[in-house]
């Protein structure tokens, strides 16, 4: 009894160090990964990432993890024209990521998440002098308002993605105007449409909804680039 009861105390030690040892190593992994990315996607912020499963040890030897999840706050992205678009949080869940040896380069074979961008940040993006909000008036709209030529105007957008990667705001109609060209010259001001840089590669933007926040993106894909 008394060398079983010894045995028993040694195999809750060592499971206690193994337990210990595993965390370490996740930690330091996760820290490594997050570096990685921000480096190959050209990140602004570093982003928080959790590799889900147990043990990790045994993902490792096997060169591949369940899940790795990827969180960025404040992802500031080329929108074209000279002009940048905050995206105010980024949420990606990978599945069956495929690893190198020290995290060279990992690839998911999918990918789902999340993206939301706020509407103070995307009228930063439209430009000066132009406002955009929600409108509830219809599903996926917002209001663009400013002024054109001294004179104030409001128009009613649609939402929608084009391309897998750029979100495009189109006025349904124009204010009347009896200045001549007024659509066209409305139209630049209330029409934009402004390109996602900075998703891993290989995540596409899904589908978008509009809320009173701001506008909500799904994203997701197939064969994602982490890292490499």
Do not use: C
Request: hydrophobic share 40%; aromatic share 4%.
């Amino acid at each position: 009894m008394r060398a079983l009861r010894i045995t028993l105390i040694v195999v809750v030690i060592l499971g206690g160090l193994f337990v210990a040892a595993d965390r370490i190593a996740v930690y330091m992994a996760e820290s490594k990964a997050a570096d990685k990315i921000k480096s190959s996607q050209s990140l602004t912020t570093t982003p928080n990432v959790s590799i889900k499963g147990f043990p990790f040890l045994t993902q490792v030897v096997g060169k591949e993890l369940d899940e790795v999840d990827v969180n960025v706050d404040g992802l500031t992205t080329d929108a074209g024209d000279g002009r940048s678009v905050r995206v105010t949080e980024l949420d990606a869940q990978l599945h069956n990521v495929r690893i190198s040896g020290n995290f060279s380069s990992a690839s998911a074979d999918r990918a789902t998440g999340s993206a939301h961008i706020s509407y103070a940040d995307l009228s930063q993006a439209a430009g000066p002098g132009i406002t955009v909000a929600h409108d509830p008036s219809g599903t996926n709209k917002v209001k663009i308002t400013g002024s054109l030529l001294g004179l104030s105007l409001t128009a009613h957008s649609q939402v929608t993605i084009v391309n897998g990667n750029t979100i495009r705001l189109h006025a349904e109609s124009i204010p009347g105007g009896s200045i001549p060209q007024w659509e066209d010259k409305v139209r630049e001001k209330a029409d934009m449409e402004r390109k996602i840089e900075g998703l891993p590669t290989g995540m596409r933007l899904e589908k978008v909804e509009t809320s009173k926040d701001g506008i909500d993106v799904s994203v997701a894909g197939n064969n994602v680039q982490l890292t490499g």
